[in-house]
T-cell receptor, first 118, second 118 residues
Framework: NAGVTQTPKFQVLKTGQSMTLQCAQD?????MSWYRQDPGMGLRLIHY???????DQGEVPNGYNVSRSTTEDFPLRLLSAAPSQTSVYFC?????????????????FGPGTRLTVL | AQKITQTQPGMFVQEKEAVTLDCTYD???????LFWYKQPSSGEMIFLIY??????QNATEGRYSLNFQKARKSANLVISASQLGDSAMYFC???????????????FGAGTRLTVKP
């Protein structure tokens, strides 16, 4: 059980280039999401998906596309990279479960991808 | 609008003492979930504890407990018997929704950097 995996760990792009950040989870979670983390700003949601074939925008979606063709995979595409997209990107998956009559919601994060756009 | 506020950019605590990390939130929803995450210098996000808005008892997980004061909209994290390995960034987060299985996006605070002194 690998949890949430992300590739690559590091990436350097030139302005205008496109690329895809990969994310996969093996926990059969229905909910997956992408965040970016900038210094002093915590994490901000880019896009999320509530299941295969369903995606929606988060707080900062511009410049990014996502798709969810399977439960396991949720790639994030940068269409035309800009220096403002230099950040650390985290993929996450989550689920809700019932334990002794109480609902628990957990969200697990991947290790992150550090992206630099020159 | 800022939904999660962490007013302590940095905190220091002596090893083996307890420490409280503050978090206040803003929501008009009656149902929501509150989370705390730890981010060590290695960068991964580690889930610590969850509190549902309808939970009457404060959540506890080992040395972590969440001091949930609903009327004040605060969800402070208490770490008892601090250890050197607790030195990290700590993020408070909230997910709003009308169902325990809510799929709304999660909003994060800016984080508090905790340093445990030997």
């Amino acid at each position: 059980n690998a949890g949430v995996t992300q590739t690559p760990k590091f990436q350097v792009l030139k302005t205008g280039q496109s690329m895809t950040l990969q994310c996969a989870q093996d926990m059969n979670h229905e909910y997956m999401s992408w965040y970016r983390q900038d210094p002093g700003m915590g994490l901000r949601l880019i896009h999320y998906s509530v299941g295969a074939g369903i995606t929606d925008q988060g707080e900062v979606p511009n410049g990014y596309n996502v798709s969810r063709s399977t439960t396991e995979d949720f790639p994030l595409r940068l269409l035309s990279a800009a220096p403002s997209q230099t950040s650390v990107y985290f993929c996450a998956s989550s689920t809700t479960f019932l334990v002794r009559g109480k609902f628990y919601n957990e969200q697990f994060f991947g290790p992150g991808t550090r992206l630099t756009v020159l | 609008a800022q939904k999660i506020t962490q007013t302590q950019p940095g905190m220091f605590v002596q090893e083996k003492e307890a420490v409280t990390l503050d978090c206040t939130y803003d929501t008009s929803d009656q149902s929501y979930g509150l989370f705390w995450y730890k981010q060590p210098s290695s960068g991964e996000m580690i889930f610590l504890i969850y509190q549902g808005s309808y939970d009457e008892q404060n959540a506890t997980e080992g040395r972590y407990s969440l001091n949930f004061q609903k009327a004040r909209k605060s969800a402070n994290l208490v770490i008892s018997a601090s250890q050197l390995g607790d030195s990290a960034m700590y993020f408070c987060a909230m997910r709003e929704g009308s169902s325990p299985f809510n799929t709304n996006d999660m909003r994060f605070g800016a984080g508090t950097r905790l340093t445990v002194k030997p």
